[in-house]
């Protein structure tokens, strides 16, 4: 069965085709659009184009760019040039799929989701450089989704440059979501004592619409604390996100665990009442302090708790 794969030819990343054992049999036409994105240019070669709306470089005007690229959406049977930028790169295609995410920008107007595509693609055509390069340029302009355009980088082995890039957007201007994408990718990296300092900072002074997500990775940070017997750092972690953090019922239990891990039971047992005070029905809590209750011989107080 016919098969594709993207290799640097001479220097040029190229779409071969593969036999059934594997072996390069054709080289496709289709070259890649490297030079950086700029609103207009030539979606087939990445060229500016004259007055008239030719390719300075290969030529094409803007009526055929767009029949060749919509041709190769529905070759793929995925019409919309969005939507084919996937099939095509699952198919082995990557030259093919960075084709259609700047066609999709500079054609169908698809915006700030053609071009998270084409830093993608940019990356498995074999270039991260390139992909690097535009999405720093990117970031800075205002309005850039800057935590989305890192998550690019950082899906595709690039969290050292991701996190560089977002270390450029918090300088430019305070963002919510940026804290959180670099809280994550830290915590990826297995860093989670220094992704804290990002998601608690958004615990405490965030958006309420981003707090949810920044408690759920203050407690990934936790888990991997106490998963490595860091129980003293785990309670830092929840201090550090403070008040809030203390309100929040999955992060009360975990202190409790610390305080347990620690053989602070008395401390222990207040917090797991205090988990079951804010919610309800919270099996592990009641399990634990029921046991715990047991073994300090105190009578149980899981019935007052609701």
């Not at 289709?30 to 240019?41: I, T």
């Amino acid at each position: 069965m016919r098969s594709w794969t993207t290799r640097l030819v001479e220097g040029e990343p190229r779409d071969l085709q593969l036999d059934d054992a594997g072996k390069p049999t054709g080289l496709a036409r289709w070259r890649a659009p490297l030079r950086p994105l700029v609103p207009g240019a030539c979606a087939n070669c990445g060229g500016e184009r004259d007055r008239a709306g030719d390719c300075l470089e290969c030529r094409m005007g803007r009526t055929e760019d767009f029949r060749l690229h919509r041709a190769m959406a529905r070759k793929l049977g995925v019409p919309p040039l969005i939507q084919a930028v996937d099939a095509a790169s699952s198919s082995g295609r990557q030259v093919m799929a960075l084709k259609l995410a700047t066609a999709a920008f500079l054609h169908a107007g698809d915006g700030d989701e053609a071009r998270l595509l084409r830093l993608r693609q940019l990356s498995r055509v074999r270039r991260p450089d390139l992909a690097v390069a535009e999405a720093s340029d990117w970031v800075l302009q205002s309005g850039a989704p800057a935590a989305r355009i890192a998550r690019v980088l950082s899906d595709e082995g690039l969290s050292d440059e991701a996190l560089d890039l977002l270390d450029a957007a918090l300088s430019a201007r305070h963002s919510d979501e940026v804290l959180l994408e670099r809280a994550r990718i830290y915590l990826e990296l297995d860093e989670a004592e220094i992704a804290v300092e990002d998601a608690a900072r958004v615990v405490r002074e965030g958006r309420r619409e981003v707090q949810a997500k920044a408690l759920e990775i203050l407690e990934a940070v936790v888990d991997e604390l106490l998963l490595f017997d860091k129980s003293e750092q785990a309670l830092a972690a929840i201090q550090a996100g403070a008040p809030r953090s203390h309100r929040h019922a999955p992060l009360a239990y975990r202190v409790g665990l610390a305080y347990e891990n620690l053989a602070e039971l008395a401390l222990a047992r207040r917090w797991f009442q205090q988990t079951l005070r804010l919610e309800r029905g919270h099996a592990d809590a009641a399990s634990r302090l029921e046991a715990l209750e047991k073994r300090l011989h105190i009578a149980s107080t899981l019935d007052s708790l609701g």
